[in-house]
């Protein structure tokens, strides 16, 4: 018997989590947050310091676990298939409840450890690496097991649940990148060994099933990336902005900062965070050829050094999507000893979230730049999901007996649907979910 519950990101694109009860045991996959919610408290100069686990769940930040209340019990594995705050940064909220190993890759249980250590919160349960390819028995009937694919960040899995009744497959956050900058592209041998014939179930990724299209590779932005800088003669501060967690965008920023003789420096504490955990375990080497500037202090100091010598430097820090006290924000808006002006360029590499709050501070950010008549490079960008042709080609490998969509809201849900019987799926063997509602599998 299996039960699937649908914790959070069923009714929303975020606070991903997913409880699967196998006979007597659960795994528990992803604990995000929804990040459009803390962010609306935060903008009100509220801090999180102070907030629990309640808190949170009331602000509707973290999933509400409550939903699950009499499985905790039952729970064997909390499995988190990649590091993106929306599917990792509730592990610290909620993990409490349970006992049992919290299994991730390498890269994902560090950055969860660095979360936990900067919110100032000790994890009751062990981090469990587990390597991608590798198997690890939970139960006597249960094996999880990591299959590589990619994403807009490193050590991204798609999870592999292995029972007596087949494969349960989980594949939130997906591409099929074939020139990925950083790693390996995703593990096709053994996604058919897997598919053929034997996965019971798979909850898929659908945040943009709407694109007819192939997600391009990341190794197009990179291109993009090079032809803007090396194109365009750019005389004072070059600035970029991308996601922290994009390791392989950070690497074509300093790549590309070093071959136009530019010092490349890295600001803030979100860039140290992932730069760092990356560094540990040998996924880049950033430091021998860039510096990298964690605390606010130290930044405004780099900035006023840099201020002397504008032209010689390549700044790449966080801010696109404009949230108020972020370094980029600050230099926009004069709050910084970097002052800009008209011969400075900045660098978008990246696309907006498209939540209320984030587009009206993209415009805010936009505004600013713009009364300074700054050079801007808009959507300099290739994403990390799977449009519908990675989505086609995903459900064709794997040829799963149902299919759940997963990571959308109910329009993109509705097309997945039509897509999967467009594949042959019959109608009764593809189920809609929504937060708090279970499904069991005879």
């Known amino acids: 018997?299996?039960?699937?519950?649908?914790?959070?990101?069923?009714?929303?694109?975020?606070?991903?989590?997913?409880?699967?009860?196998?006979?007597?045991?659960?795994?528990?996959?992803?604990?995000?947050?929804?990040?459009?919610?803390?962010?609306?408290?935060?903008?009100?100069?509220?801090?999180?310091?102070?907030?629990?686990?309640?808190?949170?769940?009331?602000?509707?930040?973290?999933?509400?676990?409550?939903?699950?209340?009499?499985?905790?019990?039952?729970?064997?594995?909390?499995?988190?298939?990649?590091?993106?705050?929306?599917?990792?940064?509730?592990?610290?909220?909620?993990?409490k409840n349970y006992s049992c190993p919290i299994i991730g890759t390498p890269f994902t249980n560090a950055v969860i450890r660095t979360l936990a250590k900067n919110e100032n919160i000790q994890l009751k349960n062990y981090l469990q690496d587990l390597e991608m390819g590798n198997k690890i028995s939970i139960t006597k009937n249960i094996e999880i097991e990591f299959v590589n694919t990619t994403h807009s960040t490193p050590q991204s899995a798609m999870v592999a649940i292995h029972t007596n009744y087949g494969t349960?497959?989980?594949?939130?956050?997906?591409?099929?990148?074939?020139?990925?900058?950083?790693?390996?592209?995703?593990?096709?041998?053994?996604?058919?060994?897997?598919?053929?014939?034997?996965?019971?179930?798979?909850?898929?990724?659908?945040?943009?099933?709407?694109?007819?299209?192939?997600?391009?590779?990341?190794?197009?932005?990179?291109?993009?990336?090079?032809?803007?800088?090396?194109?365009?003669?750019?005389?004072?501060?070059?600035?970029?902005?991308?996601?922290?967690?994009?390791?392989?965008?950070?690497?074509?920023?300093?790549?590309?900062?070093?071959?136009?003789?530019?010092?490349?420096?890295?600001?803030?504490?979100?860039?140290?965070?992932?730069?760092?955990?990356?560094?540990?375990?040998?996924?880049?080497?950033?430091?021998?050829?860039?510096?990298?500037?964690?605390?606010?202090?130290?930044?405004?100091?780099?900035?006023?050094?840099?201020?002397?010598?504008?032209?010689?430097y390549l700044i790449v820090t966080t801010g696109n999507q404009g949230e108020p006290g972020s370094i980029l924000v600050d230099m926009a808006n004069d709050k910084l000893p970097l002052k800009l002006d008209n011969k400075d360029s900045v660098i978008f590499s990246c696309n907006t979230i498209p939540a209320p709050n984030n587009i009206k501070n993209r415009k805010l950010l936009e505004k600013a730049l713009d009364l300074k008549s700054i050079n801007v490079f808009m959507n300099i960008h290739q994403s990390g999901h799977g449009a519908r042709k990675d989505i086609e080609e995903l459900i064709q490998i794997l040829k799963p007996e149902k299919l759940i969509p997963g990571h959308g809201d109910p329009s993109r849900f509705s097309k997945m649907n039509i897509l999967a019987k467009d594949l042959g799926l019959e109608r009764k063997n593809i189920h809609i979910l929504e937060n708090k509602q279970k499904l069991e599998l005879n």
């Open 168 to 312: 349960i497959m989980y594949c939130n956050d997906f591409k099929l990148d074939e020139t990925p900058v950083i790693g390996k592209k995703p593990d096709y041998n053994r996604l058919r060994e897997i598919g053929n014939g034997n996965v019971r179930l798979a909850i898929i990724d659908c945040l943009y099933v709407n694109e007819n299209t192939k997600t391009p590779s990341e190794m197009m932005a990179r291109q993009m990336l090079k032809e803007v800088i090396f194109e365009n003669d750019i005389q004072g501060t070059l600035i970029g902005t991308t996601f922290a967690s994009n390791i392989s965008r950070l690497k074509s920023f300093l790549d590309f900062g070093l071959k136009i003789n530019r010092q490349v420096v890295f600001l803030g504490r979100s860039m140290e965070k992932y730069i760092s955990c990356a560094e540990n375990l040998d996924i880049v080497n950033f430091s021998q050829n860039s510096e990298i500037v964690k605390y606010r202090d130290d930044v405004k100091k780099k900035l006023k050094e840099i201020s002397k010598n504008k032209d010689k």
């Open 1 to 95: 018997m299996i039960k699937i519950a649908a914790v959070g990101g069923y009714s929303e694109v975020g606070k991903n989590m997913t409880a699967i009860q196998i006979d007597n045991d659960v795994i528990i996959l992803d604990m995000g947050i929804y990040l459009p919610k803390l962010l609306d408290f935060e903008e009100g100069h509220n801090s999180r310091k102070n907030l629990g686990r309640e808190e949170l769940i009331h602000l509707g930040v973290i999933p509400n676990d409550d939903f699950i209340r009499s499985w905790r019990d039952k729970v064997k594995a909390i499995v988190v298939g990649h590091c993106h705050l929306d599917h990792s940064s509730g592990v610290i909220y909620l993990e």
